[in-house]
Protein backbone atom coordinates (compact mmCIF):
# COMPACT_ATOMS: atom_id res chain seq x y z
CA UNK A 1 0.00 0.00 0.00
CA UNK A 2 2.73 2.38 -1.03
CA UNK A 3 0.56 5.16 -2.84
CA UNK A 4 2.43 7.96 -3.78
CA UNK A 5 6.34 7.76 -3.11
CA UNK A 6 8.42 10.95 -3.40
CA UNK A 7 12.25 10.83 -2.53
CA UNK A 8 14.14 12.10 -0.98
CA UNK A 9 12.41 13.73 2.63
CA UNK A 10 15.11 16.82 2.84
CA UNK A 11 17.64 18.36 0.68
CA UNK A 12 19.97 21.15 1.02
CA UNK A 13 21.46 22.18 -2.47
CA UNK A 14 24.11 25.34 -3.36
CA UNK A 15 22.70 27.73 -5.74
CA UNK A 16 23.64 26.89 -9.27
CA UNK A 17 23.56 23.14 -8.35
CA UNK A 18 20.70 20.67 -9.69
CA UNK A 19 18.67 18.01 -8.73
CA UNK A 20 15.92 15.57 -9.36
CA UNK A 21 13.15 15.09 -7.02
CA UNK A 22 11.54 11.42 -7.43
CA UNK A 23 7.99 10.70 -7.47
CA UNK A 24 6.36 7.40 -8.01
CA UNK A 25 2.47 5.99 -7.59
CA UNK A 26 1.25 2.49 -7.52
CA UNK A 27 -2.36 2.97 -7.75
CA UNK A 28 -1.97 3.43 -12.04
CA UNK A 29 -3.36 6.92 -12.02
CA UNK A 30 -3.52 8.70 -15.05
CA UNK A 31 -3.02 11.60 -13.67
CA UNK A 32 0.11 13.28 -11.90
CA UNK A 33 0.76 16.77 -10.02
CA UNK A 34 3.88 18.63 -8.51
CA UNK A 35 2.93 21.53 -6.02
CA UNK A 36 5.09 23.58 -3.90
CA UNK A 37 3.98 24.94 -0.98
CA UNK A 38 5.76 27.88 0.98
CA UNK A 39 5.45 28.87 4.08
CA UNK A 40 2.20 30.44 4.97
CA UNK A 41 0.67 29.46 1.68
CA UNK A 42 -1.28 27.35 -0.05
CA UNK A 43 0.00 24.95 -2.47
CA UNK A 44 0.52 25.92 -6.05
CA UNK A 45 1.25 23.84 -9.28
CA UNK A 46 4.18 23.98 -11.05
CA UNK A 47 3.81 21.32 -13.81
CA UNK A 48 1.37 18.16 -14.33
CA UNK A 49 0.55 15.33 -15.99
CA UNK A 50 -2.12 13.45 -18.16
CA UNK A 51 -0.06 10.19 -18.92
CA UNK A 52 2.79 9.20 -20.26
CA UNK A 53 4.38 11.18 -22.70
CA UNK A 54 2.42 14.59 -21.95
CA UNK A 55 3.00 17.16 -19.58
CA UNK A 56 2.53 20.52 -19.41
CA UNK A 57 2.53 23.83 -17.57
CA UNK A 58 0.77 24.88 -14.29
CA UNK A 59 1.01 28.09 -12.34
CA UNK A 60 4.94 28.53 -11.35
CA UNK A 61 6.84 26.63 -13.76
CA UNK A 62 9.81 28.75 -14.18
CA UNK A 63 13.07 26.66 -13.02
CA UNK A 64 11.83 23.14 -13.36
CA UNK A 65 11.43 20.20 -15.91
CA UNK A 66 9.11 17.26 -15.64
CA UNK A 67 9.26 14.10 -18.03
CA UNK A 68 6.54 11.13 -17.56
CA UNK A 69 7.95 8.20 -19.63
CA UNK A 70 5.91 5.30 -17.42
CA UNK A 71 2.24 5.86 -16.11
CA UNK A 72 4.06 5.26 -12.61
CA UNK A 73 6.93 8.13 -12.61
CA UNK A 74 6.66 11.77 -12.80
CA UNK A 75 10.57 13.29 -11.78
CA UNK A 76 10.86 16.76 -10.90
CA UNK A 77 13.95 18.49 -12.40
CA UNK A 78 15.73 21.55 -11.05
CA UNK A 79 18.24 23.24 -13.22
CA UNK A 80 20.37 25.86 -11.53
CA UNK A 81 18.76 26.16 -8.33
CA UNK A 82 17.97 29.40 -6.75
CA UNK A 83 17.18 30.44 -3.45
CA UNK A 84 13.41 31.53 -4.49
CA UNK A 85 12.90 27.63 -4.80
CA UNK A 86 13.34 26.91 -1.45
CA UNK A 87 10.00 25.32 -0.74
CA UNK A 88 8.41 21.75 0.21
CA UNK A 89 7.62 20.01 -2.73
CA UNK A 90 4.52 17.58 -3.19
CA UNK A 91 3.66 15.30 -6.01
CA UNK A 92 0.32 13.96 -5.94
CA UNK A 93 -1.52 11.70 -8.23
CA UNK A 94 -5.32 10.93 -9.58
CA UNK A 95 -7.42 9.40 -11.59
CA UNK A 96 -10.92 9.82 -13.66
CA UNK A 97 -13.79 8.10 -11.36
CA UNK A 98 -11.48 9.10 -7.96
CA UNK A 99 -12.23 13.07 -6.85
CA UNK A 100 -9.68 13.26 -4.61
CA UNK A 101 -5.74 13.76 -5.50
CA UNK A 102 -3.18 10.96 -3.04
CA UNK A 103 -0.20 13.50 -1.81
CA UNK A 104 3.44 12.21 -1.24
CA UNK A 105 4.96 12.73 2.55
CA UNK A 106 6.54 16.31 0.41
CA UNK A 107 10.49 16.93 -0.12
CA UNK A 108 11.76 19.68 2.48
CA UNK A 109 14.24 21.55 -0.39
CA UNK A 110 16.75 24.36 0.61
CA UNK A 111 18.88 26.35 -1.53
CA UNK A 112 21.91 28.45 0.03
CA UNK B 1 -9.70 30.30 -13.39
CA UNK B 2 -10.55 29.67 -10.20
CA UNK B 3 -10.19 30.82 -7.15
CA UNK B 4 -10.38 30.01 -3.16
CA UNK B 5 -10.20 32.33 -0.35
CA UNK B 6 -9.82 31.29 3.24
CA UNK B 7 -10.37 34.47 5.14
CA UNK B 8 -9.03 33.02 8.64
CA UNK B 9 -5.02 32.74 8.85
CA UNK B 10 -5.25 31.29 12.29
CA UNK B 11 -7.81 30.00 14.87
CA UNK B 12 -8.06 28.02 17.73
CA UNK B 13 -10.53 26.21 20.29
CA UNK B 14 -11.00 24.80 23.27
CA UNK B 15 -10.91 20.61 23.42
CA UNK B 16 -14.21 19.16 23.05
CA UNK B 17 -16.08 22.47 21.66
CA UNK B 18 -17.12 22.53 17.72
CA UNK B 19 -15.02 25.34 15.03
CA UNK B 20 -15.51 26.18 12.11
CA UNK B 21 -13.91 27.00 9.39
CA UNK B 22 -14.67 28.99 6.05
CA UNK B 23 -13.65 29.27 2.10
CA UNK B 24 -15.37 31.08 -0.05
CA UNK B 25 -14.39 30.32 -4.61
CA UNK B 26 -14.82 31.99 -7.16
CA UNK B 27 -15.88 29.88 -10.91
CA UNK B 28 -18.00 29.74 -13.38
CA UNK B 29 -17.99 25.94 -13.84
CA UNK B 30 -21.40 24.03 -12.62
CA UNK B 31 -19.87 20.64 -12.42
CA UNK B 32 -16.92 20.94 -9.67
CA UNK B 33 -15.48 18.90 -6.71
CA UNK B 34 -14.69 20.94 -3.26
CA UNK B 35 -12.53 19.49 -0.48
CA UNK B 36 -10.92 19.94 2.84
CA UNK B 37 -7.45 18.93 3.33
CA UNK B 38 -5.57 18.76 6.83
CA UNK B 39 -2.24 18.86 7.09
CA UNK B 40 -0.61 17.76 10.80
CA UNK B 41 2.94 18.83 11.36
CA UNK B 42 4.17 16.00 9.50
CA UNK B 43 3.39 17.69 6.54
CA UNK B 44 1.35 14.86 5.27
CA UNK B 45 -2.01 15.88 2.83
CA UNK B 46 -4.79 13.90 4.30
CA UNK B 47 -8.17 14.27 2.91
CA UNK B 48 -10.72 15.44 5.83
CA UNK B 49 -13.96 15.48 3.22
CA UNK B 50 -15.33 16.00 -0.20
CA UNK B 51 -18.36 17.81 -1.75
CA UNK B 52 -20.23 17.01 -5.34
CA UNK B 53 -21.10 20.31 -6.41
CA UNK B 54 -24.35 18.63 -7.98
CA UNK B 55 -25.41 17.30 -4.75
CA UNK B 56 -27.88 19.25 -2.53
CA UNK B 57 -27.10 17.39 0.57
CA UNK B 58 -24.34 18.77 2.69
CA UNK B 59 -21.43 16.26 3.23
CA UNK B 60 -20.48 14.62 6.50
CA UNK B 61 -17.69 12.63 7.99
CA UNK B 62 -18.21 11.64 11.39
CA UNK B 63 -17.20 14.74 13.86
CA UNK B 64 -16.46 16.65 10.18
CA UNK B 65 -19.36 18.11 8.48
CA UNK B 66 -19.76 21.21 5.72
CA UNK B 67 -21.96 23.76 5.00
CA UNK B 68 -22.06 24.04 1.30
CA UNK B 69 -24.07 26.81 -0.21
CA UNK B 70 -23.93 26.81 -3.93
CA UNK B 71 -25.40 29.78 -4.95
CA UNK B 72 -23.16 32.13 -2.52
CA UNK B 73 -20.02 30.06 -3.44
CA UNK B 74 -19.14 29.22 0.72
CA UNK B 75 -18.22 26.10 1.73
CA UNK B 76 -17.69 25.82 5.58
CA UNK B 77 -15.99 23.37 7.37
CA UNK B 78 -17.37 22.35 11.06
CA UNK B 79 -15.21 20.24 13.50
CA UNK B 80 -17.04 19.19 16.44
CA UNK B 81 -15.76 18.03 19.29
CA UNK B 82 -12.40 19.08 19.22
CA UNK B 83 -9.80 16.93 19.78
CA UNK B 84 -5.92 17.85 20.32
CA UNK B 85 -4.79 15.54 16.83
CA UNK B 86 -7.03 17.93 14.77
CA UNK B 87 -4.24 20.61 15.86
CA UNK B 88 -3.08 21.27 12.18
CA UNK B 89 -3.48 23.48 9.08
CA UNK B 90 -6.29 23.35 7.14
CA UNK B 91 -6.82 23.83 3.13
CA UNK B 92 -9.86 24.00 1.09
CA UNK B 93 -9.54 23.06 -2.31
CA UNK B 94 -11.51 23.29 -5.35
CA UNK B 95 -11.25 21.20 -8.81
CA UNK B 96 -13.22 20.19 -12.14
CA UNK B 97 -13.54 17.02 -12.78
CA UNK B 98 -10.78 15.38 -15.47
CA UNK B 99 -13.55 14.57 -17.76
CA UNK B 100 -14.95 17.47 -18.24
CA UNK B 101 -13.71 18.24 -21.16
CA UNK B 102 -11.43 20.75 -20.13
CA UNK B 103 -7.87 21.06 -18.92
CA UNK B 104 -8.10 23.15 -16.31
CA UNK B 105 -8.65 20.42 -13.94
CA UNK B 106 -6.08 20.24 -11.42
CA UNK B 107 -6.99 21.31 -7.40
CA UNK B 108 -6.72 25.29 -6.45
CA UNK B 109 -5.89 25.17 -2.92
CA UNK B 110 -6.63 28.00 -0.83
CA UNK B 111 -3.77 29.36 1.73
CA UNK B 112 -4.86 27.73 4.61
CA UNK B 113 -6.09 27.93 7.92
CA UNK B 114 -3.53 26.90 11.02
CA UNK B 115 -6.31 25.34 13.72
CA UNK B 116 -4.91 25.09 16.96
CA UNK B 117 -6.85 22.85 19.38
CA UNK B 118 -6.38 23.97 23.30
CA UNK B 119 -6.65 21.35 26.15
Given at each position: ???V????????????Q?????????????????Y??????????????????????????????????????????????????????????????????F?????????? | ???????Q?????????????????????????????????????????????????????????V??????????????????????????????????????????????T??????
Amino acid sequence: NAGVTQTPKFRILKIGQSMTLQCTQDMNHNYMYWYRQDPGMGLKLIYYSVGAGITDKGEVPNGYNVSRSTTEDFPLRLELAAPSQTSVYFCASSSVGRTEAFFGQGTRLTVV
Amino acid sequence: AQTVTQSQPEMSVQEAETVTLSCTYDTSENNYYLFWYKQPPSRQMILVIRQEAYKQQNATENRFSVNFQKAAKSFSLKISDSQLGDTAMYFCAFKIPENSGGSNYKLTFGKGTLLTVNP
